[in-house]
């Protein structure tokens, strides 16, 4: 019987992570080859979700369009710019919900990110339902909070960067 594994990835924190250490963007197929190679990529209404911030622009839109063909259910948040000149597009308390509402159903919990606010959600999923837990994520960016709380930390690098 195959691993039940859902899959979050947190869009825009690989790729400004992957950016800034290699240089280069994430190759979000050869990492759905990697995960569907262990078992089922399954949970309530889809397969996996990309969190991204939607600015509309033809090339991030062309993105999406990318990362929904292999397989992702992408989900989109305006990007609004503050009076101030900062910006605003975080998706931490809903991808929080959703592995949340997902993890009694599946074996494993994958999330891709360096942020270290995720360790408690990890820490909590793995305690209260059993699952294992994932994190991909650049090892030189990724909160060691992070890196502690999942069951394994599987680091971005060469073989799963583009180019």
């Known amino acids: ?21 290699y240089g280069k963007q994430f190759n979000y197929r050869k990492l759905w080859q990697k995960i569907a190679a262990q078992g089922d990529i399954v949970c309530a209404c889809a397969c996996a979700y990309a969190y991204a911030i939607d600015r509309g622009d033809n090339q991030q839109q062309k993105f999406q369009e990318v990362l929904k063909y292999v397989g ?45 606010d995720f360790a408690i959600l990890l820490d909590k999923v793995k305690d209260v339902y059993q699952v294992t837990t994932e994190a991909y994520g650049v090892p030189k960016l990724t909160a060691k909070a992070l890196i502690d709380s999942c069951t394994v930390f599987n680091p971005i690098d060469g073989d799963l960067l583009l180019g």
């Open 72 to 116: 992702f259910d992408v989900k989109l948040k305006p990007f609004i710019q503050r009076s101030d000149g900062t910006a605003k597009g975080d998706w931490d308390v809903g991808i929080t919900i959703d592995v949340m509402e997902v993890a009694p159903s599946v074996d494993t919990i994958i999330l891709l990110t360096g942020d270290g």
């Open 1 to 21: 019987m195959n691993k039940k594994i859902a899959v979050f990835a947190d869009v825009q924190n690989i790729y400004y992570t992957t950016r800034q250490a």
